[in-house]
């Protein structure tokens, strides 16, 4: 049972435009939402977070949108770079049942090209 | 150390041996989780330690997983009579807090023959 889903697998962006990852979640006790980025071999690492009390983050080049009446997130990347290229998760967590626990999704490859 | 250690880095067995996989988180963190990622899929939650509290481990696939950990420090993970569906990435990560930002190790690549 999914309850973070990332339906994109891979996404591919020219590099200096804007790449948009997405993300939905189905359990309505998740509160605090992040993202990860992984390089292969190595662990993910945090990216960005949001909490539910606000509807967009920033930091930098990113920034994560969240609309809670659809249960959707999204990290925007700009401009994006070469560098960028990596798998990115969205995890959630919440209170009740999910406390302490993070939920993932599946991830997105994205590919940033000269 | 800086973050969190994770051992060994590969481990390649045979179907039906038992594998022990280390982490030492960083320290202070009173929360330890550990994932798997098998080959073309997302981060599965398998146990989470906070402090002295009884884990969660809702997220062990069987009874042939098992994992501890001594006080707020090192924890194993142990799979009992291993099959070749345990092979996968076993990562670990810690945090300062429940469900805050989690710190990841490189992971562990646990072939099974």
């Known amino acids: 049972d999914q309850q973070v889903k990332q339906n994109s697998p891979s996404l591919s962006v020219q590099e200096g435009r804007i790449s948009i990852l997405n993300c939905d979640y189905t359990n309505s006790m998740f509160d605090y939402f992040l993202w990860y980025k992984k390089y292969p071999a190595e662990g993910p690492t945090f990216l960005i977070s949001?909490?539910?009390?606000?509807d967009k983050n920033e930091d930098g080049r990113f920034t994560v949108f969240l609309n809670k009446s659809a249960k959707h997130l999204s990290l925007h990347i700009v401009p994006s770079q070469p560098g960028d290229s990596a798998v990115y998760f969205c995890?959630?967590?919440?209170?009740?049942?999910?406390?302490?626990?993070?939920?993932f999704g599946r991830g997105t490859q994205l590919t940033v090209w000269p | 150390g800086a973050g969190v250690s994770q051992s060994p880095s590969n481990k390649v067995t045979e179907k039906g041996k038992d594998v022990e996989l280390r982490c030492d988180p960083i320290s202070g963190h009173t929360a330890l989780y550990w994932y798997r990622q098998r080959l073309g899929q997302g981060l599965e939650f398998l146990i989470y330690f906070q402090g002295n509290s009884a884990p969660d481990k809702s997220g062990l696939p069987s009874d042939r997983f098992s994992a501890e950990r001594t006080g707020e420090s090192v924890s194993t993970l142990t799979i009992q009579r291993t099959q070749q569906e345990d092979s996968a990435v076993y990562l670990c990560a810690s945090s300062s807090q429940p469900g805050e930002k989690l710190f990841f190790g490189s992971g562990t690549q646990l072939s099974v023959l």
């Open positions: 995890a959630a967590t919440g209170g009740g049942s999910t406390l302490g626990r993070l939920y």
């Open positions: 949001i909490s539910s009390i606000k």
